[in-house]
């Protein structure tokens, strides 16, 4: 008996056991969960060993964390995380919403994963430092929640990918720095006139990939979004539109290109792939064009609008006109547009000269000048000049082809071109024939055929018509007199016409 409850009390006592550990199985299971969290969510703050807490500051720099610390205070306004091992950034970093925290520091941490939630509770965010880490892409809308921030720093990372929605929702965006990635394809829609973020006034691209650049689109922003471009040391190759677009902005001043000049490269064509500054393009090589300054020109009675583009938005402005003389509302040529631009016109002559504007702001003034030619004549006036010229040009090429058919396509009907000799018993060849010249009269030394031989040489004589008509063959007579008539049976002449040179082929039409 005594055996049987000795083995039953094992038998119980094994039982128990069995049900002890399965009681603690869910426990030992929830433990590497329970490591994972709190490898996540992070040790609670302390600000006398791992943190140095000044009123609102929260600064964890260079601790050696993995985690963002938990139980953050809820009036932190700058939290600086800098310099540590955090390299995924999850949506439950932070629990609670931080309405007061507006700068968030979290360079130089090897920083490979952004949660799209990651900025839920931190809403009010105005400067956020990502650089210096190792994000590869930005996703779309990825900070969308941040519609207060200022400025974002993402240089410095391997960023190679960006979505074009990524920095669509940050409408108070003024400074945004990407340089120093692997950016291939520059974001015209951050500057673009439809999705521009209005706000947005330095753009830094510089020290990336990217191989084209939108250079007509660049050209036509606004001179204050021009001055904070920023888009030297990329691989782009070397055109005459590439210096251009430089060169203009390096004469207009602007930050982006004088800051930068010798930064601004291009690659030369060849298999070296050769660099050299763009600046430089106007004098060896490709040998462009060399860039100055533009003057507006227009005609009489033409209206002109005389931009004040100036590097800075939202600048006090004011013009003044040639001769140094003050705008003012009694010139009715000469009237300021809501945006600061200056309209002249109808234009005149005197309207040229140097227009003056003068914008100012609280922290720096600028001064632009125009120069305005109007040329003496409309626009008009010049088209229906042009038009008679080319109505006289056409004029005069039909009149010379004209002349030429008439030389060398009429047919000839003087007796002296070959082939074309006269009958001397046909009448009408009688009357509208000319002398022969004399020189051809003396050759034909033959007796004269008719009565009491003179001696007269044999010429052919043009009988007259009457006197009354002073015309043959539509002309004058040459030398202004009556012809002479035959008289009598002895046909002596009183006057000789004949001998006249300029009778000859006198039926020739003239052409006026």
């Known amino acids: 008996m005594k055996g049987l409850l000795w083995i039953s009390h094992r038998a119980t006592d094994a039982m128990s056991m069995r049900r002890s550990i399965i009681g603690l199985l869910p426990l030992a299971l929830l433990l590497p969960t329970m490591r994972v969290s709190a490898q996540y969510i992070g040790s609670p703050l302390d600000c006398h060993k791992t943190c140095v807490c000044a009123s609102n500051i929260v600064s964890c720099s260079k601790m050696n964390l993995t985690n963002v610390p938990s139980a953050l205070p809820q009036y932190t306004a700058v939290l600086d995380l800098s310099f540590n091992f955090i390299s995924r950034l999850r949506a439950e970093w932070v629990p609670d919403k931080l309405d007061r925290l507006h700068s968030l520091l979290l360079s130089n941490n090897g920083l490979t994963f952004l949660s799209s939630e990651a900025f839920v ?187 004040c583009d100036t590097r800075q938005k939202d600048m006090k402005k004011r013009w003044e006109l040639p001769g140094n003389i003050p705008l003012s509302p009694e010139n009715k040529t000469a009237e300021m547009r809501p945006d600061g631009s200056l309209q002249i016109g109808p234009l005149r002559v005197e309207d040229s000269g140097v227009y003056t504007c003068y914008a100012t702001s609280d922290s720096s003034n600028e001064t632009l000048y125009v120069t305005v030619v109007v040329f003496n004549s409309t626009m008009s006036g010049g088209l229906e000049n042009l038009k008679t010229a080319y109505t006289t040009l056409i004029a005069c090429l039909f009149s010379a082809v004209m002349i030429l058919i008439y030389l060398y396509l009429t047919p000839c009907r003087c007796p002296c071109c070959p082939g074309q000799g006269l009958e001397k018993g046909d009448p009408r060849d009688s009357l509208r024939s000319s002398t022969v010249s004399i020189s051809q009269a003396h050759e034909e030394t033959g007796p004269e055929r008719g009565e009491g031989g003179g001696g007269f040489p044999y010429r052919h004589v043009a009988f007259q018509e009457p006197k009354s008509q002073l015309e043959q063959n539509g002309r004058l007579n040459p030398i202004g007199e009556e012809d002479e008539e035959w008289q009598g049976d002895s046909r002596e002449r009183r006057r000789s016409d004949a001998e006249s040179v300029s009778s000859v082929c006198s039926d020739t039409p003239m052409v006026v």
């Open 121 to 307: 509770y931190v809403t009010k965010l105005r400067y956020l430092d990502l650089s210096s880490n190792g994000l590869r892409m930005l996703d779309e809308l990825i900070f969308e929640q941040l519609e207060h921030l200022e400025v974002l720093l993402l240089y410095n990372n391997r960023i190679s990918q960006i979505d074009r929605t990524a920095f669509s929702n940050l409408h108070s965006l003024t400074r945004l720095y990407l340089s120093h990635n692997q950016i291939s394809r520059f974001p015209l829609e951050l500057v673009k006139d439809r999705s521009r973020l209005e706000t947005l006034r330095l753009l830094d691209v510089s020290s990336n990939r990217i191989k084209a650049l939108p250079l007509h689109e660049l050209q036509a922003l606004p001179a204050w979004i021009k001055n904070g471009l920023y888009f030297h040391n990329n691989t782009l190759p070397c055109t005459c539109e590439l210096y251009e677009v430089v060169a203009r902005w390096h004469l207009r001043e602007l930050s982006s290109a004088t800051d930068f000049k010798d930064s601004h490269t291009c690659l030369l064509p060849g298999p070296q792939k050769e660099k050299m500054p763009v600046l430089n393009l106007d004098k060896v090589f490709l040998n462009c064009s060399e860039v100055s300054v533009v003057d507006e020109k227009a005609h009489l009675e033409q209206y002109l609008v005389l931009d």
